[in-house]
């Protein structure tokens, strides 16, 4: 089945640090890849996505490169801000409509000014 | 800009009520899904629906669970006999032809959540 591996949180950096946060997956075929942010107290929001090998997603300085070789799709922002603080899930799903997200267990940014 | 609503935003039950967690998803979209996130968890999916019937489910969705399109615009979340361990947020998304009109089907979108309190 499908599955999403996140690094563990929280991730604490100070403002205008570089942030990566790893993701990995198992999948079969071809999934599409997401990048879901969560603010303090609010619902999910898309934040990027990436839906065949080799694509980039990106949004508001965030970025996601989609790495069929090493099932990896790891977010990164070169500049963070304390606005950034939020819980960043990685999701995936096959390529056809109606099939169900299978998230990660999210990481939990911390930017302190 | 449209979006999903959710209503309502909090609801506290006893252990053993029904409870109903409502759900607008984007007018034009045709796939519409509940996930829930207990506290400090992963997001989890229950269901999936699409053109009147279940399309996919997990094994959370139990026989306690239900889900209906009443009319053209609310999907309903239903849990017939609430248990301490339903405590959680439920979120309500959906999918379909994308905003511009092009197919964006797998592109979820999500409401603000429901957070279910069970006593």
């Known amino acids: 089945g499908n599955s999403v591996t996140q690094m563990e949180g929280p991730v604490t950096l100070s403002e205008e640090a570089f942030l990566t946060i790893n993701c990995t997956y198992t999948?079969?075929?071809?999934?599409?890849l997401f990048w879901y942010v969560q603010y303090p107290g609010e619902g999910l929001q898309l934040l990027l996505k990436?839906?065949?090998?080799?694509d980039k997603g990106s949004n508001k300085g965030f970025e996601a490169t989609y790495r069929k070789e090493t099932t990896s799709f790891h977010l990164e922002k070169g500049s963070v801000q304390v606005s950034d603080s939020a819980v960043y899930f990685c999701?995936?799903?096959?390529?056809?409509?109606?099939?169900?997200?299978?998230f990660g267990s999210g990481t939990r940014l911390q930017v302190q000014p | 800009e449209p979006e999903v609503t959710q209503t309502p935003s909090h609801q506290v039950t006893q252990m053993g009520q029904e409870v109903i967690l409502r759900c607008v998803p984007i007018?034009?979209?045709?796939?519409f899904y509940w996930y829930r996130q207990i506290l400090g968890q992963k997001v989890e999916f229950l269901v999936s629906?699409?053109?009147?019937?279940?399309?996919?489910k997990s094994e959370i969705f139990d026989d306690q669970f239900s889900v209906e399109r009443p009319d053209g615009s609310n999907f309903t979340l239903k849990i017939r006999s609430t248990k301490l361990e339903d405590s959680a947020m439920y979120f309500c998304?959906?999918?379909?032809?994308?905003?511009?009109?092009?197919?964006?089907?797998?592109?979820?979108?999500f409401g603000p959540g429901t957070r279910l309190t069970v006593l």
């Open positions: 998304a959906s999918s379909g032809p994308g905003l511009a009109g092009g197919p964006s089907y797998n592109e979820q979108f």
């Open positions: 999948a079969t075929g071809y999934p599409s």
């Open positions: 990436a839906t065949k090998a080799d």
């Open positions: 999701a995936l799903t096959q390529p056809r409509g109606g099939r169900a997200l299978t």
């Open positions: 007018s034009n979209h045709l796939y």
């Open positions: 629906f699409y053109n009147n019937e279940i399309s996919e």
